[in-house]
């Protein structure tokens, strides 16, 4: 009998009328292909001036994932014994509510809800030109924030991203016009330690633990290929001695 595979998903927490609650997105397929992406930190230049040190880096690579999910609402129907609650909605209303919270990791965190009135505070307090403490200093209205989230591709890759790419094409619909079937283009972001020092939210601090983890698990990774090197590549190399 084959193992049981363990499922990718992103994590991120949605705010509610009751509070924050997890939206934990678990993939009813796992991508057969998944793009990693680096590129140069941010700063470096492509041709450092003369005399430059010209491996010198401000900081960390940029990170990318991109990959491709399918969701299909026959398969959640037909798993009803195992989780009835998924084969409940996938009936009522096809693959609509995985697609939408997908869809919510696009949004500012507090663009409804009670989120709403502190907006609109804000932007009052700084139409009249009252700062937080009620000094005379105009308030800046603050950014809208969209929800740090927690790309887990396994127990050795569990990294804190941001949604910059979403493509949903629905291609089968039930009598409501609910879809039934969806491929999904997802773009991701690791957010660096850096970035992650002006995250607010309940994942800050578990984004930062989970980058320092993941980054420490890549370490231990390239030191044990170190035992791979092969003894004849390593005589070709030019004595500097």
Do not use: C
């Amino acid at each position: 009998m084959p193992g049981k595979f363990i499922k990718g998903a992103l994590i991120s927490f949605m705010p509610t009328f009751i509070g924050s609650v997890p939206n934990v997105i678990v993939f009813q397929f796992n991508p057969e292909t998944i793009t990693h992406t680096w590129s140069a930190a941010p700063g470096v230049s492509a041709a450092p001036k003369s005399g430059a040190d010209p491996m010198a880096t401000p900081g960390v690579p940029g990170e990318t994932f991109s990959f491709s999910l399918a969701v299909d609402s026959s398969d959640m129907v037909a798993d009803g014994t195992a989780n009835p609650v998924g084969a409940d909605l996938a009936t009522k209303s096809g693959v609509y509510t995985r697609l939408a919270a997908l869809e919510m990791l696009q949004y500012p965190a507090g663009s409804f809800g009670g989120g709403l009135l502190g907006k609109v505070s804000s932007a009052i307090r700084a139409g009249l030109g009252l700062s937080a403490s009620g000094g005379g200093a105009k308030s800046v209205v603050p950014a809208s924030e969209v929800p740090t989230v927690l790309f887990v591709w396994g127990p050795q890759r569990i990294v804190p991203v941001r949604v910059t790419g979403l493509t949903i094409t629905e291609k089968l619909y039930d009598a409501l016009l609910n879809p039934i079937h969806a491929d999904v283009q997802v773009t991701l972001r690791v957010l660096t330690p850096e970035e992650l020092q002006g995250v607010q939210g309940e994942l800050k601090t578990v984004a930062k633990v989970a980058y320092v983890y993941s980054q420490g698990l890549r370490q231990v990774q390239a030191l044990a290929n170190l035992g791979d090197a092969g003894a004849s590549i390593i005589g070709m190399l030019p004595n500097p001695f």
